[in-house]
């Protein structure tokens, strides 16, 4: 089984500054890796997926990037409603699906 | 508008089941791979389950194999999944999703908005 680490488990910063959320596979996923928002008390939201590519309606200060093992979700300048936990997902044993254990971006 | 809507979820002892549905609209549902997601109280998601368009390929995950059974019925817009032997751990928000065409290099793209079960005695 193919495990994700998420770090940091929190990240504390303010509205306006850069969020930068890192994913470490234990062993290559390729650029097969999606990225989800989740507030509290909603479903999850796909921002990213194949590893850059931003989802329908996705703002474009969110961006992916990586390949093999490590990537990383960049918010380029935090907006109030991106208070949020950020999962990702690895998809190369599709549809055998596996999640991060989640980065919390708090104010 | 593409729309997923869970019914089923409540409290239910151990050792007990319980049947979920997920009835969909907005979308053309035999075009789509579908997954059930849970996410226990205060932790992360789990993948659970997922069915391919026809049903020919079906997957579980270690935790449910064996005692979960996902289906699906397309002329009803409509994805199951039939829980037996309950365990404590089972307890989660479940999640009935979609997966965006394109397998690997794509998205779960949709998302119901859950129904709780609590296994509880």
């Known amino acids: 089984e193919i495990v994700l680490t998420q770090s940091p488990a929190t990240l504390s910063l303010s509205p306006g500054e850069r969020a930068t959320l890192s994913c470490r596979a234990s062993?290559?996923?390729?650029?097969?890796l999606a990225w989800y928002q989740q507030k509290p008390g909603q479903a999850p939201r796909l921002l990213i997926y194949d590893a850059s590519n931003r989802a329908t309606g996705v703002p474009a200060r969110f961006s992916g990037s990586g390949s093999g093992t490590d990537f990383t979700l960049t918010i380029s300048s935090l907006e109030p409603e991106d208070f949020a936990v950020y999962y990702c997902q690895q998809r190369s044993n599709w549809p055998r699906l596996t999640f991060g254990g989640g980065t919390k971006v708090e104010i | 508008e593409v729309q997923l809507v869970e019914s089923g979820g409540g409290l239910v002892k151990p050792g007990g089941s319980l049947r979920f549905s997920c009835i969909v609209s907005g979308f053309t549902f035999s075009d789509y791979t579908m997954t059930w997601v849970r996410q226990a109280p205060g932790k992360g998601l789990e993948w659970v389950s997922s069915i391919s368009r026809s049903s020919v390929y079906i997957h579980y995950s270690d935790s449910v194999k064996g005692r979960f059974t996902i289906s699906r019925d397309n002329a009803k817009n409509s994805l199951y999944l039939q829980m037996n032997s309950l365990r404590a751990e089972d307890t989660a928000v479940y999640y009935c999703a979609r997966e965006s065409v394109g397998g690997v290099r794509a998205g779960t793209d949709s998302w119901g908005q859950g129904t709780q079960v609590t296994v509880s005695s």
């Open positions: 062993q290559s996923v390729s650029t097969y």
